[in-house]
């Protein structure tokens, strides 16, 4: 299972950590994801959301 928000495709960057001396490795960024339950009609499930999406809601959280 990707690293990847279910409701706006956020995931993961890669970028260069770059040392005092100059040199480049790869660093990977991953996004803020969030296991929670929402409704889907009567029933409830678990999706992975990011804390955005979360934020601006997109989504409302099953109580």
């Known amino acids: 299972m990707p690293a990847q928000c279910e409701i706006c495709g956020k995931q993961r960057q890669v970028a260069n950590r770059v040392s005092h001396s100059n040199i480049k490795t790869k660093s990977i960024q991953r996004p803020n994801l969030q296991r929670v339950h929402i409704l889907v009609g009567t ?3 678990h999706i992975r959301v990011c804390t955005r999406c979360l934020r601006s809601g997109k ?5």
């Open 59 to 63: 989504i409302a959280k099953a109580v």
């Open 43 to 45: 029933t409830r499930k």
